[in-house]
């Protein structure tokens, strides 16, 4: 699975460009399969080595928080029966408070 589209990579805001807002907008969604592992995104930059830096609000299992994952980070994520992590082809981008 493609886990960043390109309609996806035209919609994220350029990292640090909501600071500052309560309600931010989540533009994808990506989610372990086969347990916990959620990950909320609302900005991202490509860098300079052709990865993107993406900014978020993240839970893996024991609380959620704001932080950075990169899409290679995401996409090394091995589990079993050959999957991976995976992105909700069926969220669409809506503000945190209406998604959490």
Do not use: H
């Not at 372990?32 to 909320?40: E, I, K, L, R």
């Not at 995104?41 to 993107?52: A, S, T």
């Amino acid at each position: 699975m493609e886990l960043l589209t390109d309609e996806i990579k035209a919609q994220l805001p350029a990292l640090y460009s909501t600071d500052g807002v309560e309600d931010k907008e989540i533009i994808c969604k990506f989610f372990n399969p086969m347990g916990a592992g959620t990950w909320f995104i609302c900005e991202g930059d490509e860098q300079p080595n052709g990865d993107w830096l993406l900014f978020g609000l993240c839970d893996l299992g024991f609380g959620s928080e704001w932080g950075y994952v990169s899409l290679s980070e995401l996409e090394s994520v091995s589990l079993p029966f050959g999957m991976g992590i995976e992105r909700d082809i069926f969220f669409s981008p809506k503000t945190l408070s209406s998604e959490v």
